[in-house]
């Protein structure tokens, strides 16, 4: 990877070390040069723009790059969707729940991904949360939690506050194997490590693109294997979704038979141009050498912490439970430290009592070493 090269599309870089991509990730300069094109053609042209080439783009490639990114079998299997919570939602709502069903997620997730089960309770179903040992979701607390009532079990491809790396393939069998789906938070993972979902036989996954996709804000994708769609039920049906959708007068049309059917009116092109955009860019630079760069940086980070001597909180015993996530302790006031680095241009997140850091591919051992001199001189 030409660093260099590449940080010159980061106009953020020319501002700050940024630091928080767990949080909300800078566009890329092309994919806001992109959008904005777009919304000024619009504005000049209406809807014509979209019956150019942009529309061909948007609408014709969008879907089938989502789907090579997470290796997807057919490119129906993907739906686009407002942010993760809508995703989940939509399997919540769709499954065919039974009074006394139960759902296992973790204690230590986001509650993007505790309260679309928690709206269940209405259903009498049951929502059991494993706990966190030591930063980790351990698989055989998992395998414990579940019963023969359980139909799901819903975890985060990545925490994001310990930034511990879930093994979706052993928690995928773990699930399968008690009778359950898998339905996977992937908005802290996905732009990172890669995901391939014939291989690791999730079922469901759901991620906002404005994290480590580098996305729009208020947009995202949902998963669905084709093989489960006949579990769930359709609960917003729309025109967008029929099969002869383009048949204004026709109300008979079926839904269609895929995860396309959830897309039940027209959904915002400027997003998808963006998604479009970066997607292509992750394809390009090879989504392998964005985790290897991405574990170089935290491996770095985490080292420069511990020679400082403070408490890293993320799971670190070896690479493939780490991810983007680096979470520390402070020696002193987390909300002073984090007010400093702001004040010194760098940007990271205070989550409670610690500090989160989350680097980039684009990110420098030198960003770090600024982020690193302020918190040793900050007591
Ligand atoms: C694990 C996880 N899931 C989901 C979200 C966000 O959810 P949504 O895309 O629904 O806003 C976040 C962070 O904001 C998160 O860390």
């Not at 630091?19 to 094109?37: C, D, F, V, Y």
């Not at 973790?106 to 179903?125: D, H, I, Q, S």
């Not at 099969?243 to 997003?271: C, K, M, Q, V």
């Amino acid at each position: 990877m030409d660093i260099g090269a590449i940080r010159k599309n980061f106009p953020v870089t020319e501002r700050y070390a940024y630091l928080n991509h767990a949080s909300i990730g800078p566009l890329p300069r092309s994919t806001a040069e992109a959008m904005q094109h777009f919304l000024e053609e619009r504005s000049l042209t209406g809807g014509l723009v979209l019956e150019g080439k942009e529309g061909e783009l948007i609408y014709g490639t969008t879907r089938g790059k989502v789907a090579r990114l997470i290796n997807a079998r057919q490119e129906t299997e993907v739906t686009f969707v407002r942010n993760t919570s809508h995703g989940l939602n939509i399997i919540a709502a769709g499954l065919p729940w039974q009074t006394g069903d139960n759902v296992v997620g973790a204690e230590t997730e986001f509650p993007a991904n505790v309260y679309p089960w928690m709206n269940l309770k209405r259903k009498e179903v049951e929502v059991r949360l494993v706990k966190a040992v030591a930063g980790r979701i351990r698989p055989e607390d998992v395998a414990a939690a579940m019963d023969k009532r359980t139909r799901l079990v819903a975890l985060s491809f990545v925490e994001f506050a310990t930034g511990f790396r879930n093994d979706l393939g052993t928690l995928a069998e773990i699930a399968h194997r008690g009778g359950a789906f898998f339905c996977v938070d992937a908005i802290q993972g996905l732009g990172v490590f890669p995901v391939d979902v014939q291989k690791t036989p999730v079922d469901f996954l759901s991620a906002g693109s404005a994290k480590w996709l580098l996305g729009p804000v208020g947009f995202g994708l949902l998963y669905i294997r084709q093989e489960r769609l006949d579990e769930l039920d359709l609960v917003m049906g729309g025109w967008v979704g029929v099969e002869d959708w383009r048949n204004f007068f026709r109300y008979d049309s079926p839904f269609r038979h895929d995860a396309t059917r959830y897309e039940e009116g027209t959904i915002a092109p400027s997003l998808l141009l963006g998604l479009n955009k970066n997607v292509q860019m992750f394809l390009d630079l090879g989504v392998e050498n964005i985790s290897r760069r991405v574990l170089d940086l935290t491996a770095y980070l985490i080292e420069g912490l511990k020679r400082l001597g403070l408490t890293v909180i993320t799971p670190h015993a070896s690479e493939v439970e780490r991810s983007g996530i680096v979470s520390f302790l402070p020696s002193g006031d987390p909300a002073v430290l984090a007010a400093r680095l702001r004040q010194e241009g760098v940007i990271i997140s205070q989550r409670g009592n610690f500090i989160r850091v989350s680097p980039h591919f684009y990110n420098t051992n030198e960003e770090l070493d600024r982020a690193l001199a302020i918190i040793g001189n900050c007591h």
